[in-house]
């Protein structure tokens, strides 16, 4: 081979290296545009309002215009507990009361764990313990939906991630935000046996501050709904996102519910599914920068 011809040979794989290498883009874009615009989720649900009445509140309100707001977000069903169960393991299983069950089913937990992801609940006078009382106080279990699953009930180390409420300052203040947080309220700081003025006023109190705390917002998508509306209503629900990865101001006008919900979480950490109604929701679009 002279020396031209082996000169040329190599011409031509190098020119077919860049011909290849330049095709890749497309294959490379499609997934860089799969990042998600989060990385930690921490959710407030609150109770038994509609979704006018509860936009209407000052607080609520501002929190709407500041990030984005779903006007069609429907609850599952009546009456609270089903709620929660479906935007943690995407089906009510048949749950139609508010009385203590121990569901045998995979959830949320099992596949934050799976991913190397964290988690923690956060519930007002939660007594600790992995108590399974049905009420203390102003707590109650049927709003903390956690510990309606048997494979935390029956693992100290993941009830251990059920916490009192005011744990949460502490680990903001040490920078030890779980991946997955979700923050159950008091039947007063819920309105359930106040109104949604209180829950409001609560709200406002208690996380305003912390919405302009970097520590706590860093790379969070931080979401407030609520369980259900009256049961005589439609059962469309004040939803509304807030965090850097949210366009201000945005309103969706496209129908969505809590297995949307869910599903948009498992898709933005990256989770994969519970293969129930989560799988089969539309995940939450539109609303991100």
Known sequence: MTFNSFLCRWICVFALGIFSFLRMPSTFASESKKISPFEKVFIIVLENEGADQSLSQPFLGELAKKGAYFSKFYAATHPSQPNYIAMTAGDTFSVFHDGNVTLDVQNIVDLLEEKGKTWKVYADGFPGDCYLGSSSGKYVRKHVPFLSFKNIQTRPERCARIVDGTELIRDVLVDEIADFSFYVPDLDHDGHDTGVRYADDWLKSSFGPLLGNPKFMKKMLFIVTFDEAGWLSSNRIYTAFYGDGV???????????????????????????LNRKDAQATPITGVWR
């Open 247 to 273: 366009i201000p101001g945005k309103i969706s006008n496209q129908p969505y519910d809590f297995y949307s919900l869910l599903r948009t979480i498992e898709e933005g950490l990256g989770l994969g599914t």
